[in-house]
């Protein structure tokens, strides 16, 4: 299903250029994987519109394929495939910069930043495989990685519906400084929701500048960044709110979890840490619990105003 409907949305491009635009899957694949399915979808997305981005005339093919089992593990291998102006070996090196297309004409004649295939790459990595290539100039390119997924069953799906009905909040302003860009990028993916407004900093000078001017319900504060580290922000933010008499939850960001790390986290006035790569799932499952922490923290204050202004 994953498959079908990400080249649905290319399908009136496709069309509009006299492209054919097809999936295929291996009936051997099993109907239930587990893994991040947002990830995948981003990067198959992302690789489908490029191809039909740089092809003028032929086809765009996904195809997945059973390249391996392991027990419960099974070994998927995507594969996208275009007949479009192909990649010199000049531009090999450049390809997966961000912010970077082959050469100039490229990007004045086909319009994009080139970043589209950098995500991709670190989407893959975070779903621990290589997104790599092989092009030959006006002939056309092929991308493709390799996955391990668990076998999954249907009671796993309904599993996975019933974990999206959490209790989240209808309203959240958050601030998120994280220096990498791509990171940065893959958690606002995950923070899109009807109600929420997610402002995004490279850094923790900024993100104690932004938090000078205004509140926020919520910090997400990579611990390594240029300038001022996460841990510097916490305190000068947690300074900044206790002030106006707020306690808003902070999340600290890390590659690690030791015992360290967590001292000092919680020296600096963070709540929760997560462990990168993050996951949707575990991201949204600690804001819920953080802001319903929160919220008992504050019923309480008021509770405890609201009597000692009675007995005045």
């Known amino acids: 299903r994953l498959a079908e409907s990400v080249t649905e949305l290319f399908s009136v491009r496709a069309d509009g250029k006299d492209i054919s635009l097809t999936y295929t899957v291996d009936p051997e694949l099993p109907s239930v994987l587990l893994g991040d399915a947002l990830l995948l979808r981003q990067v198959f997305f992302n690789l489908i519109s490029n191809g039909v981005k740089f092809t003028n005339t032929g086809e765009v093919s996904l ?41 100039g004409t490229i990007n004045r004649k086909y319009g994009g930043t080139g970043l589209g295939l950098a995500i991709s790459r670190r989407f893959v990595e975070l779903m621990g495989g290589t997104l790599d290539f092989v092009s030959h100039p006006e002939e056309g390119t092929t991308f493709f990685f390799t996955l391990v997924f668990k076998e999954g069953k249907k009671e796993d799906v309904l599993a996975a519906q019933q974990e999206k009905k959490i209790e989240l909040p209808k309203k959240l302003s958050i601030l998120l400084a994280e220096d990498n860009s791509i990171n940065r990028m893959i958690i606002e993916n995950y923070l899109k929701q009807d ?55 902070i999340f600290a960001l890390t590659a690690y979890s030791t015992v360290e790390f967590r001292a000092r986290a919680t020296e600096a006035g963070m709540d929760i840490y997560l462990t990168k790569p993050v996951n949707k799932s575990n991201l949204l499952k600690a804001i819920a619990r953080a802001m319903a922490l929160q919220e008992k923290k504050v019923l309480k204050q008021s509770d405890s105003s609201t009597v000692k202004e009675d007995s005045q």
């Open 63 to 103: 195809e997945l394929k059973l390249t391996g089992r392991d027990g419960e593990k099974i070994h998927l291998t995507a594969l996208v495939r275009d007949t479009g102006i192909g990649i010199s070996d000049e531009g090999r090196e450049k390809l997966f910069q961000p912010f970077s297309q082959t050469d």
């Open 195 to 249: 109600e929420w407004a997610v402002t995004s900093v490279e850094n923790g000078a900024k993100a104690i500048e932004m938090t000078r001017n205004r509140d926020f319900d919520l910090y997400i504060l990579d611990i390594q960044m240029p300038e001022v580290d996460g841990y510097q922000a916490a305190r000068e933010i947690r300074a900044l709110e206790e002030k106006r008499g707020n306690y808003p939850p």
